[in-house]
């Protein structure tokens, strides 16, 4: 069992350079060898030919917005093509197992919703690289950290699902009232809604939008905050605090 000074430590590169888990690990790939695997992709036998300069501003742009919902004119604005080539170059990333996206939880019962899905990666080490941050302390505090922090939990969700050979039924919630839910994960015949937040000392009030999905045709289960503390606690008895490093 981990001390919690292990786990923060481990946390730290973790939610930074997932590519690395550990930094004491034998074989792990510093970040240095992280950016000679990804420059050294083939564009030309990914699909054609593709401009190399332009395609790694286009992944660029893309990984600043991990997290966020999908806006094809930003990511080709920035990395000067068109949106129908940006959707063509997402379409590539996602069949390389490179992205994913989460789409908007929908039920006939929850009405204004929104219909655009998020953009995630599943290295959050990848965002790390290609946004240019140095080092996981440098990220902890940086203006990105909110993001990453929130792609490294739903990209390990998906992949502890994926590791297991199931399928990970996992949504997010909007509606055009603003109010939204980080993860709502269907299983079993329940939603299971959950917030990400950075804190490691996170308030109950979090867990108050977790009732706009009452409506919904499926029960919901128990809520989650996933955030930094050290321990599994609870705000009563339907809603967790839990530490990242445990899911």
Known sequence: ?????????????????????????????GIAELGTLFSGINYKEISGAIDSLRFMDFITSAAALCGQMMNYKTISDAAGIDQVTAKNWLGILERLGIVFYLHPYSNNMLKRMVTKPKLYFYDSGLVAYLTKWSDSNTLMNGAMSGAILENFVVSEIV??????????????YRDKDTKEIDILLEDS???????????????????????????????????????????????????????????
């Not at 000074?5 to 930074?16: E, I, L, P």
């Not at 992949?159 to 997010?172: M, V």
């Not at 128990?222 to 009563?236: H, K, N």
């Open 189 to 247: 015949g329940k939603l299971y809604p959950m917030e990400i937040k950075k804190t490691a000392t996170p308030q109950s009030q979090l867990t108050r939008v977790f009732g706009v999905i009452d409506k919904a045709s499926l029960e919901r289960g128990t809520g989650a905050v996933l955030c930094t503390t050290d321990r599994l606690s609870a705000f009563d008895s339907q809603n967790l605090i839990v530490p990242i490093w445990g899911i």
């Open 159 to 172: 992949k502890s699902y994926q590791n297991c050979g199931r399928e990970a039924y996992i949504y997010y």
């Open 1 to 29: 069992m981990e001390d919690n000074g292990t786990q923060k430590h481990r946390f730290h590169w973790v939610f930074a350079y997932q590519f690395l888990y550990s930094p004491i690990s034998k074989g792990a790939l």
